[in-house]
């Protein structure tokens, strides 16, 4: 397809397991992005991957969240020792950098994973 | 502590009439989007305004960026039920930041 896919649609697991999140950007797309959205809260920014940059993981909000991007192309968000409090939908956007650096960056996102810890 | 506030967070009209959702901050910032998102669904990009005072139209949308920067309104005319949706409001601070900060969103239902 050429928007960005993301997998599973839904997931429920027990508290204390390990999940993975997966996302395929546009191709071609060197920026990903990944977010939160809680129920009645806005997109909180949890990691951004650049190509071959160090990757902005100011907005995990533990250690028990890390993210990685092989080969410059699919991400895999991994929640280590999942809490209730993680329950969300994790979104995954990609965008062209050339297009952010002349100030007209479109994020394109995916549908979303519904996590349920339960 | 939330960068950008959005009014009203629920709005609930019927088909024809008119509304403005806003987004608001003290922050400056160097542009600003809406996106609009359906249930089930990513959010998806309706403008992006980089310029202090700067007005766009889509259709039966107005986009407008306050000549500071620090705010933005979004105003729907004669509102069809195909508007229905969550409008989030989203900025970059600038000066090499790649962050994007969103608001919580204003969660509008038209009726028929």
């Known amino acids: 397809g050429a928007g960005v896919s993301q997998s599973p649609s839904n997931k429920v697991t027990e508290k204390g397991k390990d999940v993975e999140l997966r996302c395929d950007p546009i191709?071609?797309?060197?920026?990903l992005y990944w977010y939160r959205q809680s129920l009645g809260q806005g997109l909180e920014f949890l990691i951004y991957f650049q190509g071959n940059s160090a990757p902005d993981k100011s907005g995990l909000p533990s250690d028990r969240f890390s993210a990685e991007r092989t080969g410059g192309s699919v991400s895999t968000l991994t929640i280590q020792r999942t809490q209730q409090e993680d329950s969300a939908v994790y979104l995954c956007?990609?965008?062209?950098?050339?297009?952010?650096?002349?100030?007209?960056?479109?994020?394109?996102f995916g549908p979303g994973t519904r996590l349920l810890v339960l | 502590t939330q960068l950008l506030e959005q009014s009203p967070q629920f709005l609930s009209i019927q088909e024809g009439e008119n509304l403005t959702v806003y987004c608001n901050s003290s922050?400056?910032?160097?542009?600003l989007q809406w996106y609009r998102q359906e249930p089930g669904e990513g959010p998806v990009l309706l403008v992006t305004?980089?310029?202090?005072?700067e007005v766009k139209k889509l259709k039966r949308l107005t986009f407008q960026f306050g000549d500071a920067r620090k705010d933005s309104s979004l105003h729907i005319t004669a509102a069809q039920p195909g508007d229905t949706g969550l409008y989030l409001c989203a900025g970059r601070r600038g000066g090499g930041s790649e962050k994007l900060v969103f608001g919580k969103g204003t969660k509008l239902t038209v009726n028929p």
């Open positions: 956007a990609s965008s062209l950098v050339a297009a952010r650096l002349a100030g007209k960056e479109t994020q394109y």
């Open positions: 191709s071609g797309h060197t920026a």
């Open positions: 305004v980089v310029t202090g005072g």
């Open positions: 922050s400056v910032f160097s542009s």
